[in-house]
């Protein structure tokens, strides 16, 4: 029999994850922490999210004055003091992961205890804190992996400097290893890595193991979808490539793309480039003389919101180790603003584009093909409202993150109630 809600009132959650924005951020679009902490708060759970004060996406730090940031009687955000990075991919970056976790450790064992700690992993310092913690508090612990590190590192050197990465692999290897192998049970947002934290885990998949997509949530407003019966100069179709502007992020690909069209005179496609990060000033000027090709920068939520409602396609186009895994957001993110999809990620993703029939799939790292697809569907209104016609319908049956937090929610609740029987057990 299912827990009901009244079980879970009063119980403490405590939600470990750093990356995402927050509530107090301004104009945040919330995430899948966000998100699954207000759904925890309507079951009647408490929740404390550990988190950062540096901003991941902005790399700027936060000013709020204390550690602890009351949102209502029952949800906290805490924020760890770390120094913070600039680059991502950076030993900064394991250095302000180690303070935050370190950060955590020490005051954690001064509140009072939770009833489960869901850690996101990375970051793997923070996470494995919350396993340590865990295990003396004897409460369950769920790793819900979003990144397969230290596995993709490789793919962002050069070749031969794989050598270079050693350090890191072990250190990391060593914590995933424990995380995986101490956790309750293990979740993620997609098969393949779930695959991935159960062979470090050392042992078979168990029934609470699942895969939760991230899926997105509800627009308030659901779009018209409105396509020309031809695409021109004027009125061409729209392309939208949402990023943080990273090194996981093929600005490149569509770039050349974008060049491919334009020398060969076909002015039909415009693409818009949100964002900003690490990547962007190389992205602009590799785009110098292009004007079909527009960078708007880090944008507030009902900015990023108008650009969505406008296009009418969704640019999903990554490179590097992350793609032998990612089932990320941004997929979702499309199909909730009805777009079509023109991805060059190979396993789910494709999958996912296929069987719906909401998209394309192109090659990866070849702006040909990009640019192929992009002009056959400029030939082709019709196809594109098709796209985006079977997104609608698909997001709405499938992917739409309130009916997979609902999912997610229930799962907590067992884990909680499976963990509360076993202690009666062990009482008697």
Known sequence: MKPTVAEAEGAGIWLLQDGEPLPIDDSPRLMRTGDLARRLLDAGYSVTWWTSRFDHQRKIFRTYPSVFCPLGPRYTVALLEGPGYGRNMSWQRVRHYRSIAAHFSGLAGTLCKPALVLGSYPSAELCDAGRCYARRQHVPFIVDIRDPWPDIFRYYLPTGLGWILLPALWYYRRKIRAIARDATSIVAVSRAMLEWGIGYSRRARAELDQVFPIGFRRHPQDRKIVVPERFTETDPLVCLFATTCGKSYDGKLLIDAARILTVAGDHRVRFVVTGDGEMRSQWIAHAKGLTCVNFTGWI?????????????????????????????????????????????????????????????????????????????????????????????????????????????????????????????????
Request: with cysteine; aromatic share 8%; charged share 30%.
């Open 300 to 428: 507030p939520d009902a900015e990023l919101e108008a650009h969505f409602r406008a296009a009418h396609l969704g640019l999903v186009l990554l490179k590097g180790g992350i793609v032998r895994f990612w089932l990320g957001n941004k997929i979702f993110e499309y199909l909730s603003a009805f777009l079509g999809v023109v991805n060059d990620v190979v396993g789910e993703p494709a999958e996912i584009v296929s069987s719906r029939d909401v998209g394309i799939n192109v090659d990866r790292q070849n702006p040909e093909s990009l640019a192929q697809g992009l002009r056959a569907l400029a030939d082709d209104p019709g196809c594109v409202r098709r796209y985006m016609e079977n997104a609608r319908r698909s997001f709405k049956m499938e992917f739409d993150r309130e009916a997979i937090e609902a999912k997610y929610l229930e799962y907590l609740r067992g884990v909680i109630l499976i963990h509360r029987k076993q202690n009666q057990g062990t009482q008697r």
